[in-house]
């Protein structure tokens, strides 16, 4: 088992350009979640998924677009990439919705420059 | 609006001096409390689940407690190994599992 794996680990990009980050896991599990973190803000929800084919925005989701095609994969992509949202970008992923089975298991991280 | 207050943002340890860091929070309708360790350069590592005032959870030399208002994780007799920021979430009542974390407590153990 992997768990949550995020391509690429490291990424620079120039204003203006695009990239898609990619989020896979093998558990099965039916909520997906990418978050970003910044120096002193802590992890904020940019868009989520409760299951394949479904999506929805979170706190901080101007600027990038997601897609789960499949269920075990979530991806994140950014149109045209600003400096603002250089951070370091993670995936999560839940079981479901029951009660006992809350907790989100992270990815490792994707560290994203946008110069 | 759903809140989450760490403090401190950042706490020094000798090897063996045990303390607690602290979660504040306002949250419409708790359904749980989360604690992670993360490590620099890695995920968020779970630690704990927290659902009732009272609660409490253990796991080697850290304690999770949880009141209507607040979390604390107390660290006894700490080791260098557990130098890391330990971040707290809450999720409210709604089934989507949206986490609102806090800023973090960076915890240094120095031998």
């Known amino acids: 088992n992997a768990g949550v794996t995020q391509t690429p680990k490291f990424r620079v990009l120039k204003t203006g350009q695009s990239m898609t980050l990619l989020c896979a896991q093998d558990m099965n599990h039916e909520y997906m979640y990418w978050y970003r973190q910044d120096p002193g803000m802590g992890l904020r929800l940019i868009h989520y998924s409760v299951g394949e084919g479904t999506t929805a925005k979170g706190e901080v989701p101007d600027g990038y677009n997601v897609s789960r095609l499949k269920k075990q994969n979530f991806l994140l992509g950014l149109e045209s990439a600003a400096p603002s949202q250089t951070s370091v970008y993670f995936c999560a992923s839940r079981v479901s919705g029951h009660l006992t089975s809350d907790t989100q298991y992270f990815g490792p991280g994707t560290r994203l420059t946008v110069l | ?111």
């Open chain 2, 1 to 111: 609006e759903d809140q989450v207050t760490q403090s401190p943002e950042a706490l020094r340890l000798q090897e063996g001096e045990s303390s607690s860091l602290n979660c504040s929070y306002t949250v419409s309708g708790l359904r749980g409390l989360f604690w992670y360790r993360q490590d620099p350069g890695k995920g968020p590592e779970f630690l704990f689940t927290l659902y009732s005032a009272g609660e409490e959870k253990e796991k080697e030399r850290l304690k999770a407690t949880l009141t209507k208002k607040e979390s604390f994780l107390h660290i006894t007799a700490p080791k260098p190994e557990d130098s890391a920021t330990y971040l707290c979430a809450v999720q409210a009542a709604s089934n989507t599992g949206k986490l609102i974390f806090g800023q973090g407590t960076t915890l240094q153990v120095k031998p």
